[in-house]
């Protein structure tokens, strides 16, 4: 009998099937972004102990909407060769907690279109679903799409069980220093996986942090920006819907992951 290889499920003799090459992952992407303010009891009733809200003078109510048009691959870079492989959008809501003094990222709910993007954010600790996202890209010739200039007009939607559950709008007046506040520290995830036994505890319960490697950023743009969340039965997003909106941005990015760091990890 041989043994299985591959860095995730199924694993097979040779390690070919596996739905994810091992790391690095190395990502490319367009990110739009609206960054607005709700109210912090809202983001605290998504934070488990040990996490809790940032302080007062940290602006605790800030979430980002954050939309993303990646092309990802291993280190090989075969998928670039197969390009349904490397090619999928997502969009995800960032809040900001405290664990241990430190300030952290976290992703509270994500969207993805892509199976291989759904099960590697598993991996990592997001919390991710299967939905239809779609976004503006920019143009550089032709009428069909905004430039990357003053008055350019951008948008995103997300779908879920044939529900649209957040549209944004963003307009662009001038470049920008930044691409926002909220997103920006070390991403703290929870990893979890019930019990086979279905006895209410879990098998896996960690709490992971990362970041990415060899960052580079592309000229950021702000804006003026417009956010709507929608009702579902499955999705409960109205509960972070704005009470002020602070602005829309536009950037490109790339980054490298390799891995993450256990931060705590509890044991049943």
């Not at 109510?61 to 280190?75: E, H, K, L, N």
């Not at 670039?80 to 709910?109: H, N, T």
């Not at 350019?152 to 307009?171: K, P, S």
């Amino acid at each position: 009998m041989t043994s299985s290889k591959g860095f995730l499920f199924p694993r097979s003799a040779s390690g070919g099937s596996s739905i994810l090459p091992a790391p690095p992952w190395h990502y490319s992407g367009e990110l739009l972004t609206v960054e607005y303010r709700t109210d912090p009891s809202a983001i605290a009733a998504l934070l488990p102990e040990p996490l809790a809200l940032v302080p007062d003078d940290e602006d605790p109510g800030a979430v980002a909407m954050i939309f993303a048009d990646w092309q990802s691959c291993g280190d090989d870079l075969s998928e670039l060769d197969d390009p349904v492989r490397s090619q999928y959008k997502e969009a995800f809501i960032i809040v900001r907690c405290r664990y241990q003094g430190r300030i952290f990222s976290r992703c509270v709910y994500i969207w993805v279109d892509k199976d291989f993007a759904m099960v590697r954010g598993h991996f990592q600790g997001y919390p991710k679903k299967l939905g239809s996202i779609w976004m503006t890209r920019p143009v550089t010739i032709g009428k069909a799409g905004p430039r990357l200039a003053p008055g350019g007009r951008f948008a995103g939607t997300v779908g879920h069980y044939d529900r649209r559950i957040v549209d944004i709008r963003i307009t662009l007046r001038e470049q920008s220093a930044t691409n926002g506040f909220v997103n920006g520290h070390a991403m703290i995830h929870s990893r979890y996986m019930p019990s086979i036994a279905a006895d209410g505890t879990d098998s896996l319960d960690e709490l992971v942090t990362m970041q990415g490697l060899d960052v580079e950023l592309g000229q950021a743009w702000k804006g003026d920006a417009e956010i709507w969340f929608g009702d579902s039965p499955v999705d409960e997003i109205a509960r972070l819907r704005p009470i002020e909106v602070l602005g829309g941005y536009y950037r490109t990015v790339g980054t490298t992951f390799l891995g993450g760091a256990l931060l705590n990890e509890h044991h049943v």
